[in-house]
């Protein structure tokens, strides 16, 4: 038995976290053992001890063996899709979950039913506080209804039973994230570093834990490009596609950063790598605009603008990209002068 959502559902998911986290869930009740994704969100049925092998996805969903078990990957790239989505319906194989209960919460989280998980999860932790796995799917419950500073405390209760884990780690770094995120909409930005250089920890220590917890270094790199050390973050998101190749945003990030710090030939290479696989892929073909405007070739430019139009997005409004992708300083910027000759042009009087 599968659990599914459909595409919609998925893309509204995405969308209302900012298409940027990776958080796993794991159906395994354990504690205090040794040991996928969000924000970041796939639900799964691995253990918190399971490591996971390479996802080598070419479309839209790829199931990757983990302990037995199945965990979803987010190469969910086709079709409109922005970033790496962190979308929550995915397949879930509920049959291996051996608790009626805790299938039902995972079942219900998957549908987007957060009030029911979080009262189903919640009473399997009355009964038995010292489930590791449960605390951290309640934390992701409560991060899909924006309740971060709760999330933090179910991942941090989850670290502690079961410190070995890579998975609360990664998931309490989003949470931190996001922490860091409100602290500077208030306009404290100090607090704000403070928490993203605690969620640079968390990641470290899932990556410490799974070298190859692709997913964490993916995240990492969100982190340091909220802290403007893009050749941090470059190394992060190089190494989250080595480990993912299917995972086509992956690859498309770190590009959007090799521009960043000035390798402007090798990022156009990438994108036109990227995009022979994935043709449909819109927001490598603004990337690829804004690249191409950069060296001068504004009628190739224009074409890709129009190619990622095509395929749906306000590609030509540089507040919906801000507010829909994360793009270092200097491919916004870049995007910005081509759509400034675009209207320009536009408003020319015809002879």
Excluded at 46 to 67: C, G, I, T, Y
Excluded at 73 to 91: D, E, H, I, Q, R
Excluded at 183 to 195: I, S, T, V, W
Excluded at 284 to 306: D, F, K, S, V
Aim: aromatic share 6%.
């Amino acid at each position: 038995m599968q659990a599914q959502t459909s595409s919609r559902s998925l893309h509204t998911a995405a969308k209302s976290r900012g298409l940027l986290r990776h958080r796993r869930i794991c159906s395994h009740a354990l504690s205090g053992v040794r040991s996928p994704q969000t924000a970041r969100n796939n639900y799964c049925d691995e253990p918190l001890s399971a490591h996971h092998v390479n996802p080598a996805s070419d479309q839209l969903k790829r199931l990757l063996a983990a302990a037995n078990a199945l965990v979803l990957s987010v190469a969910m790239l086709g079709g409109t899709w922005l970033s790496p989505p962190a979308a929550f319906g995915n397949n879930v194989r509920l049959a291996d979950v051996e608790s009626p209960e805790l299938r039902a919460g995972l079942q219900a989280a998957t549908s987007g039913e957060f009030a029911k998980a979080e009262v189903i999860f919640s009473r399997i932790l009355a009964e038995d506080p010292s489930l590791a796995s449960v605390w951290s799917n309640l934390g992701n419950v409560h991060m899909s209804q924006g309740r971060a500073k709760q999330a933090l405390d179910d991942y941090t209760r989850a670290v502690q039973l079961a410190p070995e884990a890579p998975v609360p780690y990664l998931n309490r770094a989003i949470a931190l994230e996001e922490l860091g995120l409100q602290l500077e909409r208030e306009g404290r930005p100090a607090e704000a570093g403070d928490r993203w250089q605690e969620a640079l920890a968390d990641c470290d220590s899932a990556i410490a834990r799974d070298a190859k917890e692709f997913a964490a270094w993916f995240n990492k790199g969100n982190v340091e490009l909220r802290l403007r050390d893009y050749d941090a973050a470059l190394r992060c998101f190089s190494t989250a596609a080595d480990l993912a190749p299917g995972i086509a945003g992956y690859r498309l990030r770190a590009a959007q950063l090799a521009y960043q710090v000035g390798d402007v030939e090798g990022a156009v290479r990438t994108v036109k790598g990227v995009l022979r696989k994935n043709p449909r892929y819109a927001e490598a073909h603004t990337t690829l605009a804004a690249m191409l405007w950069g060296q001068g070739q504004l009628a190739a430019a224009e074409g890709q603008l129009e190619a990622a139009m095509d395929l749906g997005g306000r590609w030509r409004d540089a507040g919906w990209v801000a507010a829909n992708t994360r793009w270092p300083p200097e491919l916004s910027r870049a995007l910005q002068r081509l759509l400034d000759i675009d209207r320009g042009q536009q408003q020319q009087p015809s002879a």
